[in-house]
């Protein structure tokens, strides 16, 4: 992912994937929406509404697993999504405890982390 999003560019990806289909889009959005269509984050619709592309989703989704390496690094309780935990797990940042529905960082989650620390995606 070479795009660099704000806050609020990631707030507003977030908030059109959680956003019903007919859904009216919020002020949120509206601010971000030119932009995120430029870089093909989202695609309007014809109704007015916007729908986030495999590229947006692809972005969303790794903002979470980014997130929730994060949150296990602070706090070994974190839930993590299902998804989220599936992705982190085959790609060996995260192994499963003896505690089902926890994890722990593997060396490999640390040494991403510390990449990510050192080269931010956002």
Same mark, same amino acid.
């Given at each position: 992912?070479s795009?660099?999003?704000?806050?609020?560019?990631?707030d507003?990806?977030?908030?059109v994937s959680?956003?019903?289909?007919?859904? =009216?889009?919020?002020?949120?959005i509206?601010? #971000?929406a =030119?932009?995120l %269509?430029g %870089?093909?984050?989202?695609s309007?619709?014809?109704?007015?509404?916007?729908v986030?592309?495999e590229?947006?989703?692809? /972005?969303?989704?790794m903002? #979470?697993?980014i997130?929730?390496l994060r949150?296990?690094e602070? #706090?070994a309780?974190t839930?993590?999504?299902v998804a989220? /935990?599936t992705f982190?797990g085959? =790609?060996?940042? %995260?192994?499963?405890?003896?505690?089902?529905?926890?994890f722990?960082?593997?060396?490999?989650?640390?040494?991403?982390?510390?990449? %990510?620390?050192?080269?931010?995606?956002?």
């Amino acid at each position: 992912m070479s795009q660099r999003l704000s806050r609020d560019e990631y707030d507003a990806l977030e908030q059109v994937s959680k956003m019903p289909k007919a859904g =009216k889009p919020n002020a949120c959005i509206a601010r #971000n929406a =030119k932009h995120l %269509i430029g %870089i093909k984050f989202l695609s309007a619709r014809k109704d007015g509404t916007y729908v986030l592309t495999e590229k947006g989703s692809e /972005a969303l989704f790794m903002k #979470n697993c980014i997130a929730g390496l994060r949150a296990l690094e602070t #706090n070994a309780d974190t839930m993590l999504d299902v998804a989220v /935990a599936t992705f982190l797990g085959r =790609k060996g940042h %995260i192994v499963a405890t003896t505690v089902p529905g926890h994890f722990e960082i593997t060396q490999k989650g640390r040494e991403c982390l510390v990449d %990510i620390a050192q080269n931010p995606p956002a």
